[in-house]
């Protein structure tokens, strides 16, 4: 048997496209909240924990519920083609919020939201790929996760100095997951017998 890497490839691209979310979210997030509404640094150490709260709660319980979810598009792919889209337009608006209650409102449904695909498409790797395999397939995923942490610190850095309001970093953010979006759906199918 031999790694279908491209195959593998598109699957990374959701792992580059949350890397490179949560880069540019735990960067530009904290200044935000800093510069904007001169928060103290207790206050935004525990708005920057939300994202573990939902990570701990409803990660666990979507993976789950994906495991039984039946479609013809797959077990994972309908949650990521939902919960990724509607990531992609929240991130948008987080530094275009100017009140903290609009601010937090965006931020916490964001974070919701982003638990709802996180899990499937961690999954869906182990979906498509023998067991043989899973190794050197694992190796890919995280080389794509690398490049987008890479692409958050370099890119993200770069767009920050051209934008006042931080906004280009997310809106960047927000395309790259739209691109990766759209390679999960129309280069990775997931196998029949496990969504059938």
Do not use: H
């Not at 889209?85 to 608006?93: D, E, K, M, Q």
């Not at 790797?125 to 023998?130: A, G, K």
């Not at 850095?157 to 395309?175: C, E, H, V």
């Amino acid at each position: 048997m031999k790694l279908n890497y491209q195959n593998t490839g598109m699957i990374g691209f959701g792992f580059l496209a949350s890397s490179l979310v949560w880069g540019i979210y735990n960067t530009f997030v904290p200044l935000l909240l800093s510069e904007r509404f001169l928060l103290t640094t207790a206050s935004i150490g525990l708005i920057m924990t939300i994202d573990n709260f939902f990570g701990v709660i409803f990660q666990p319980l979507v993976g789950a519920i994906s495991d039984r979810t039946i479609t013809k598009r797959g077990r994972r792919m309908p949650w990521i083609m939902v919960g990724l889209p509607i990531c992609a337009v929240l991130f948008i608006f987080i530094p275009k919020m100017y009140t903290l209650a609009s601010m937090m409102g965006v931020i916490i449904l964001f974070n919701l939201v982003m638990s709802l695909w996180r899990s499937p498409v961690i999954a869906l790797m182990p979906d498509v790929t023998p067991t043989a395999l899973r190794s050197k397939a694992n190796g890919v995923i995280n080389l794509m996760g690398g490049i987008g942490s890479i692409i958050a610190f370099l890119a993200g850095g770069a767009l920050a100095k051209q934008s006042p309001d931080l906004s280009l970093p997310f809106i960047m953010a927000s395309i790259v997951m739209v691109l990766s979006l759209f390679a999960l759906i129309f280069f990775v199918r997931e196998p029949i017998g496990l969504s059938l």
